[in-house]
């Protein structure tokens, strides 16, 4: 097995490890929550990236790699630590309003101030940039496509159901918000 897929699964593991740390330390609390929708996505969100991720390694190729595939799978790399700075700066950044489902509570205050100046969703831009890596990182275009399509899916849903519920709970505030920033890719989209 490639050296590079091993740091792949450690980045995985890791992930796992910081994904499940938020899950017990970030839950929204329904008694504090003045407005809770989460509407399936975290279930869809993380049925994605453990199928994807079981998959693309069962897929990956671990013989005959030439150093092209070294390449390819050191810029994967470089993607993965990339996304976890961005997605655990933005979750600092939102302090007690971040939670893993999607709520709101009655202090919750619209962040636009940090990486939420330059786009609307930087955990998710965080998340998607480690499930990239980690796609690439197993060198195979398989690998690639069922980690990164499902993934990304989840995410695009995801947010759509976290823009609802922040446009109902924030209104206008909201609107112009969305008029000044980008929603997952700086200065794109």
């Avoid at 979750?91 to 636009?112: C, E, G, P, R, Y």
Wanted: charged residues 15%; contains cysteine; glycine residues 6%.
């Amino acid at each position: 097995m490639p050296f590079m897929i091993k740091i792949s699964i450690f980045f995985s593991l890791l992930f796992l490890i910081s994904e499940i740390v938020l899950m017990l330390t970030k839950h929204s609390e329904r008694k504090s929550a003045a407005r809770q929708k989460d509407r399936g996505s975290l279930i869809f969100m993380w049925t994605a990236i453990c199928a994807g991720l079981t998959f693309g390694f069962s897929n990956a190729r671990y013989t005959s790699w030439n150093i092209a595939d070294y390449f390819v799978a050191s810029a994967g790399i470089i993607l993965i630590i990339a996304g976890f700075a961005i997605r655990w700066t933005a979750i600092i950044q939102l302090k007690k309003a971040f939670t893993v489902d999607v709520a709101i509570n009655s202090a919750h205050k619209l962040k636009t101030n940090g990486l939420y100046k330059i786009i609307r969703h930087p955990s998710y831009l965080g998340l998607l940039l480690i499930m990239t890596g980690e796609a690439i990182s197993m060198a195979s275009l398989i690998s690639f496509a069922v980690v990164f399509l499902p993934v990304c899916i989840a995410v695009i849903y995801r947010i759509h159901v976290e823009e609802q519920l922040l446009a109902e709970a924030f209104g206008e505030m909201y609107g112009i918000y969305k008029l000044n920033t980008k929603m997952i890719i700086p200065f794109i989209y």
